[in-house]
Structures are given as C-alpha cells and as structure tokens.
C-alpha cells in the first residue's frame, strides 16, 4: 500500500525535532534515524546513510543539512526549506533571548543549574548514538579500522576534521577499484536487497532501497541554474540592504562579510571552527570577550539545534555592545551563516540522488559512514572530560546521572524528549532545594 506524508504533517515534524533536538551532530544524527527510519518509515536505512554521507562532505552543521535534505526529498524546494528552518528556529530563538538575558540579567545561577543536570544526559545521548551507529554500519574489519583510525586521530589531534574525511573517502574509493568486497560485501548487499523486497511485519519505507526517485528531486540542468540564481539573490539582497543601513564598513555589514567566511571554512563541527570565531569575534573586532564567548558555549552546548548556533548568541552580544540592536544582529548572523548550507543541499542533492548504486560513489560514502562512527565517538571523548572530570576531580552526580540516563536509553527506551525534559527538571529541583538550605 502507497503512504504519502502531507506537507503540513511533515512541517509539524521538523517543528516539534527542532525543539528536542538536543546532542550536538550526533545526537542529532541519531534521533533524526530513530524518527525517520525506525518509528516513522518515511525512507530506509541505506537511503538515510546515503544522504547522510553527502551531508559530511560539507561545510556547516551536518543534522541540519540532514533535515534539508530529507525535507528536499519528500517535498522538493518548500519541503526543503520548510525542514531545515523549523529545524534551525527553536535554537535561534533560544539563544537569541539567552543572549538578551544574559547582557540584561547576567548569569542566571536557575540556568546554570538546569544547565549541570543536562550535560550528562547530553553525553549519554552521545555515548548511545556512537553505539547504535557502529552496530548498523561496522560490517567488516575494513569499516573497524577506519572508525579506530577516526577515533585516534581526532581525539589526539593528529589530523583535522576534513582531511579525514577525504582520507576515508579515499580508502573507500581505493576498496571499492581493487577489493570491493572489504567495503561492500556481497551478504551485506544480499541482506539489503532481500529487506527491500520483503519489508516483513512493519511498514515499507516511503523512500526505500528501490523506490525510484521523485520527479522533483531528478537532476536537471535547468533547475541547478534556477537554484543558484536563488542563492545568489538571497546572498545579495539582505547584504545590499544592512550595507544601505550602516555602510560597508558597518557592524551589520561586517557580520554578514564574516559569518559567511565562518559558514564556508565550518568543516569539522562548532569546535573546529570556534577558534577561528574567537579570534575574529573578539580579538579583531571586539563584538564580545573572551569570557563571554566562552558563556555562549556552554549556553550553545545544552540547547537543541546545531552547537555552531551559539554564533546566534555570539552576534547578538556583538549587536548589543556596537549599538545596533542584539536582534538585528542575531538575524543577519544567522541568515548569513546557514544560507550556504541550503544552497550546498538543494544545489548537490539532485547530483546526489542520481549516484545512488554506483559503486563508484557508494564505496566512499561508505567509508565515510565507517570513519563517523570515530567522529561521534571522540566527541563522546570530548565530553566526556568536562562533565565526568571538572577540575581533574570525578563528579560522582554527574557520572550516576549519565549512568542513568544510558540505561534508560538503552533498556529502557527513553525518548529523548521525555528524558531531556525529567534533566531539566531535576536541575530545577536541585537549584531549589540549594536555595532552601541557604
């Protein structure tokens, strides 16, 4: 039996993920697989990864070009566009109005304790996604030593976060010439074919293995040249416009000029490109201090949506002390910063969809696949010595808060919003029961 998915329900959806979407990329990647793949059907395993791998190669936040894309392809340009703003709106907001709350207010110590109960839940959300992940796609020893080679590099800083990525899909392309059978082989495919065929007792997905390519999302060179000409207006009209309001040399336009150049270089995550940030946020121009920028991360870390978004709270400080408003300069921060991300998506996504099958291109997105299982699992790493260790010390309540939540993640089956919400909670109880004994 054909399904289809309306817009207007699709449009709830990426609504309602946009406000639970805590986790940073990897809890991201993964709640968007346990939403689209396993609970809702509306595409297959190997048609999620396949997106997903073209969404690594890219500069900008990779949960968020996920959503674009899948929006994309269930409903052309407005379904596209539609997934990845409601994606993107719920963080923008939040750290917009943490931003005015912050340079009203201060520090709020009800946050900050909110904030302490989250970070663990945040790194047992992690810890499973690297877990299921590597359960689904480490097929062969092949796939296990590229995600410990990803692991090791990127934990001792031994190569940056693109160059591994070009090194996996080199390894991927190599395997797939000369030994396609280490990177693709043959009871894998067999399996995949054979769950195509036979969805067995639950629902076949809207976009499988072998559902053909909508008519919309076919490749065309007509509709590549209409998708660039939109970027590019997009790119240019708002910028003409805060020129017009401050000039070329004003703070409006300067933001614009700056967070494009950051949306262009943001391969590797938030934690790649925030020195870069820093460096030219607040040594260069002076939009925030140190301090602050370091305030924001911590807001950014325990708020849904992509952790690059704490340049949402970056640009309202740097509005707010330049005397442009902090809104306005929120706005042009995040339009100027995610616009590159749409246009990659809808420009790439045609190109993409027409490789499906092709060895060619399969065998390194695979590899690709395998080395993510790495990257989420050193950003587990990362984590993982701030909330268990502060100050070298173990955090005992932390380090049961995580062991509770992954329990009640992996036995349990906690959702994510129901486990984020009873966190948050806790922290609200733990700052009241403070203030009582004070």
């Known amino acids: 039996m054909n399904r289809s998915v309306s817009l207007l329900e699709a449009s709830r959806f990426w609504w309602r993920l946009g406000w639970v979407s805590f986790g940073g990329p990897a809890g991201q990647i993964a709640l968007l697989h346990r939403e689209l793949v396993e609970q809702r059907r509306w595409l297959s395993e190997q048609r999620y990864l396949h997106a997903l791998n073209f ?69 047992a959300i992690v810890v499973v996604a690297a877990w299921r992940l590597a359960r689904r796609t480490l097929r062969t020893p092949l796939h296990g030593l590229l995600a410990a080679l990803a692991l090791l590099l990127l934990t001792s800083s031994a190569l940056p976060y693109p160059a591994l990525v070009l090194g996996a899909a080199l390894v991927g392309w190599l395997a797939g010439r000369w030994r396609p059978r280490w990177i693709l082989p043959v009871r894998e495919e067999l399996a995949v074919r054979a769950a195509a065929a036979d969805p067995g007792p639950g629902l076949e997905a809207i976009h499988g293995d072998t559902t053909p390519t909508p008519d919309h999302a076919r490749f065309s060179g007509r509709g590549l040249l209409i998708t660039l000409l939109a970027w590019g207006v997009a790119l240019l009209l708002p910028l003409m416009a805060v020129v017009r309001l401050g000039g070329w040399d004003g703070p409006l336009a300067a933001m614009a000029r700056f967070f494009s150049q950051v949306a262009l270089v943001s391969f590797g995550g938030a934690y790649a490109v925030l020195p870069y940030v820093a460096q030219g946020a607040v040594e260069q121009h002076g939009w925030l201090s140190a301090t602050q920028m370091l305030d924001g991360l911590a807001l950014g870390e325990t708020t849904p949506g992509p952790l690059i978004m704490v340049l949402a709270f970056v640009g309202f400080l740097g509005g707010w002390s330049s005397g442009v408003g902090g809104w306005a300069a929120a706005a042009v921060t995040v339009w100027f910063t995610f616009l590159p991300s749409f246009g990659f998506i ?37 984590f993982a010595v701030p909330v268990l260790l ?25 959702g994510v919003l129901p486990l984020i919400g009873s966190a948050a909670l806790l922290g609200v109880l733990r700052y009241g029961l403070a203030e009582l004994v004070q």
């Open 346 to 382: 809808l420009a790439g996504a045609p190109l993409v969809e027409a490789s499906r099958g092709d060895q060619r291109f399969t065998a390194p997105l695979t590899a690709i696949t395998a080395a993510l299982v790495g990257v989420i699992a050193s950003l587990a790493v990362f």
């Open 390 to 414: 502060p100050g070298g010390r173990l955090d005992p309540v932390a380090a049961g808060l995580t062991l509770v939540a992954l329990l009640l993640l992996l036995r349990q089956r906690w």
């Open 55 to 123: 969404c690594m190669l890219l500069p900008g936040p990779e949960a968020t070009q996920l959503a674009t894309y899948l929006g994309w392809l269930m409903h052309g340009w407005t379904g596209g566009l539609i997934a990845g703003v409601l994606f993107l709106l719920p963080s923008a907001l939040l750290l917009s109005g943490l931003g005015w709350l912050y340079v009203v207010w201060g520090t709020l110590p009800l946050v900050m304790a909110v904030f302490a109960a989250l970070k663990p839940v945040v790194l």
